[in-house]
């Protein structure tokens, strides 16, 4: 452990709560509690821990069986697919129709989606980690909550009810999204699930509707806090900048500066970005922050990927830039897709076997290739690792930006989800503003 490391909590752990107001403090004391033994602990229990370490993602199928329940569960979310009222009629429609494509895609790169291996993997390491240096909150058990996909949010709540969380003892959550950009189609649809099955599974007030004050009956249930954006995160920027390095190295030195990044993210649909959504705006500060990490050591852009259906989205689009430089003459250009840190469809599929397949056609002989995706990157781990400690140092709920809604959002379960989250008090001093 880094010997500041101790001083630096001493003086955390030193902040006074006088300012709680009597009910609050006994609230937070009920939570504070460290009563609830899960089940799973190998690890000596810190004075503040158990710590359910929980990674939020969309989640894939794992076999190209799953890919019906997956696309019926992604067209049925709201969040992400708006469609009124007929929602319930349009969504099953729509992903009926979609699943023998997308089936064959999921065949294509292996039969499955390797986005529960690698978030498995990925969490449990970072436990590893946190239990070594910050052993007040171990034992850290790693949750993995997907959204469309098993283990589904549902599945890792009772899990965390069944290891010894909530049920009247208390005990100590954090929902840590795993996408680095905040988007309310992604995080916030994760977050608002999240919210939901916490009020079915944890028997919330039915009489009390201020949701700034915490209900009698929640003494004793799960206390949350959310990571809710990283996208500037100095390890995620070094793990990023060190995968691009090692693709530009298999190009020939006297060529190398010349390459261009092309960072690829997926689209936004026109509506949402329109709404306020802050993703495109994290996801540029990403795409600036590494290529400053880099030196600015070579040309780049920023393009959109993998929009659905015939709305405008966000462009430029990914595959047309790709062929628009390739016609244009220049031929080597490397892909990083900057908004998912690991394997999925969208780079194993769409970018190594329709993209550069394309690009090849076109004449680019081999040149067009892809950064490697984050996976089992050690940085990154490391990165993960930092971001869950300084968020447990920090004691906010959540971030301050997380109360701000985008100015054209009319989402009641939007309103319903930040309230409850902003307001889980740990150590900060007042409520959250939500707006
Ligand atoms: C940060 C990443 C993502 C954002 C933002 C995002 C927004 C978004 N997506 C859809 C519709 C679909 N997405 C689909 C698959 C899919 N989406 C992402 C990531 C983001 N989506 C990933 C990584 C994947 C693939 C998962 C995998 O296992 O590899 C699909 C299903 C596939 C298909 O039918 O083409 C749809 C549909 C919308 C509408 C949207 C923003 C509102
Ligand atoms: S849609 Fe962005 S806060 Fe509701
Ligand atoms: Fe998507």
Same mark, same amino acid.
Not at 109 to 118: A, E, L, Q, T, V
Not at 243 to 257: M, V
């Given at each position: 452990?880094?010997?500041?490391?101790?001083?630096?909590?001493?003086?955390?752990?030193?902040?006074?709560?006088?300012?709680?107001?009597?009910?609050?403090?006994?609230?937070?004391?009920?939570?504070?509690?460290?009563?609830?033994?899960?089940?799973?602990?190998?690890?000596?229990?810190?004075?503040?821990?158990?710590?359910?370490?929980?990674?939020?993602?969309?989640?894939?199928?794992?076999?190209?069986?799953?890919?019906?329940?997956?696309?019926?569960?992604?067209?049925?979310?709201?969040?992400?697919?708006?469609?009124?009222?007929?929602?319930?009629?349009?969504?099953?429609?729509?992903?009926?129709?979609?699943? *023998?494509?997308?089936?064959?895609?999921?065949?294509?790169?292996?039969?499955?989606?390797?986005?529960?291996?690698?978030?498995?993997?990925?969490?449990?390491?970072?436990? /590893?980690?946190?239990?070594?240096?910050?052993?007040?909150?171990?034992?850290?058990?790693?949750?993995?909550?997907?959204?469309?996909?098993?283990?589904?949010?549902?599945?890792?709540?009772?899990?965390?009810?069944?290891?010894?969380?909530?049920?009247?003892?208390?005990?100590?959550?954090?929902?840590?999204?795993?996408?680095?950009?905040?988007?309310? +189609?992604?995080?916030?649809?994760?977050?608002?699930?999240?919210?939901?099955?916490?009020?079915? #599974?944890?028997?919330?007030?039915?009489?009390?509707?201020?949701?700034?004050?915490?209900? /009698?009956?929640?003494?004793?249930?799960?206390?949350?806090?959310?990571?809710?954006?990283? @996208?500037?995160?100095?390890?995620?920027?070094?793990?990023?900048?060190?995968?691009? /390095?090692?693709?530009?190295?298999?190009?020939?030195?006297?060529?190398?500066?010349?390459?261009? #990044?092309?960072?690829?993210?997926?689209?936004? *649909?026109? +509506?949402?970005?329109?709404?306020?959504?802050?993703?495109?705006?994290?996801?540029?500060?990403?795409?600036?922050?590494?290529?400053? /990490?880099?030196?600015?050591?070579? @040309?780049?852009?920023?393009?959109?990927?993998?929009?659905?259906? @015939?709305?405008?989205?966000?462009?430029?689009?990914?595959?047309?830039?790709?062929?628009?430089?390739?016609?244009?003459?220049?031929?080597?250009?490397?892909?990083?897709?900057?908004?998912?840190?690991?394997?999925?469809?969208?780079?194993?599929?769409?970018?190594?076997?329709?993209?550069?397949?394309?690009?090849?056609?076109?004449?680019?002989?081999?040149?067009?290739?892809?950064?490697?995706?984050?996976?089992?990157?050690?940085?990154?781990?490391?990165?993960?690792?930092?971001?869950?400690?300084?968020?447990?140092?920090?004691?906010?709920?959540?971030?301050?930006?997380?109360?701000?809604?985008?100015?054209?959002?009319?989402?009641?379960?939007?309103?319903?989800?930040?309230?409850?989250?902003?307001?889980?008090?740990?150590?900060?001093?007042?409520?959250?503003?939500?707006?």
């Amino acid at each position: 452990m880094n010997t500041l490391q101790p001083l630096r909590l001493l003086a955390k752990r030193a902040t006074p709560t006088q300012h709680l107001t009597q009910s609050s403090r006994a609230w937070r004391r009920s939570f504070a509690t460290p009563a609830a033994t899960p089940t799973i602990t190998h690890q000596k229990t810190g004075s503040q821990g158990p710590t359910a370490m929980v990674f939020m993602n969309m989640g894939g199928p794992a076999t190209t069986d799953e890919v019906s329940g997956f696309l019926s569960r992604l067209f049925a979310d709201a969040d992400l697919i708006p469609l009124g009222p007929l929602q319930n009629y349009l969504g099953p429609l729509i992903s009926r129709r979609r699943t *023998p494509k997308i089936m064959k895609q999921y065949a294509d790169i292996g039969g499955g989606s390797p986005i529960r291996k690698w978030s498995e993997y990925q969490a449990a390491e970072m436990c /590893k980690i946190l239990d070594v240096e910050r052993p007040e909150s171990a034992p850290h058990l790693p949750y993995v909550a997907f959204r469309y996909a098993n283990p589904l949010t549902e599945e890792m709540y009772n899990r965390l009810l069944e290891d010894g969380f909530g049920k009247g003892k208390g005990g100590r959550a954090v929902a840590f999204t795993q996408y680095p950009q905040y988007s309310c +189609s992604t995080t916030g649809s994760s977050i608002n699930e999240l919210w939901k099955w916490r009020q079915r #599974l944890e028997a919330p007030s039915k009489t009390s509707t201020d949701l700034t004050q915490p209900p /009698k009956e929640d003494a004793g249930s799960i206390s949350w806090s959310v990571i809710d954006r990283w @996208p500037t995160h100095p390890g995620l920027v070094e793990a990023f900048a060190k995968n691009i /390095k090692s693709a530009l190295e298999t190009y020939p030195e006297e060529e190398r500066e010349k390459v261009v #990044l092309l960072f690829s993210a997926h689209s936004l *649909p026109m +509506s949402v970005v329109n709404r306020g959504d802050p993703y495109p705006a994290e996801v540029a500060a990403t795409v600036w922050a590494v290529m400053q /990490k880099l030196g600015f050591s070579n @040309p780049y852009r920023l393009c959109w990927q993998s929009q659905v259906g @015939p709305s405008a989205w966000l462009g430029a689009q990914t595959s047309d830039t790709v062929k628009n430089f390739v016609k244009k003459g220049q031929k080597d250009l490397v892909l990083i897709p900057i908004a998912f840190t690991s394997d999925h469809i969208e780079t194993l599929f769409e970018i190594d076997q329709e993209v550069i397949h394309e690009a090849n056609e076109l004449g680019a002989e081999g040149r067009v290739r892809r950064a490697e995706s984050l996976n089992g990157s050690p940085v990154f781990i490391r990165a993960l690792a930092d971001i869950a400690m300084a968020h447990l140092d920090s004691g906010m709920a959540t971030s301050k930006q997380m109360g701000l809604r985008c100015p054209g959002c009319k989402s009641e379960r939007c309103l319903e989800s930040k309230k409850f989250f902003g307001n889980q008090q740990l150590e900060t001093e007042r409520p959250a503003v939500i707006i």
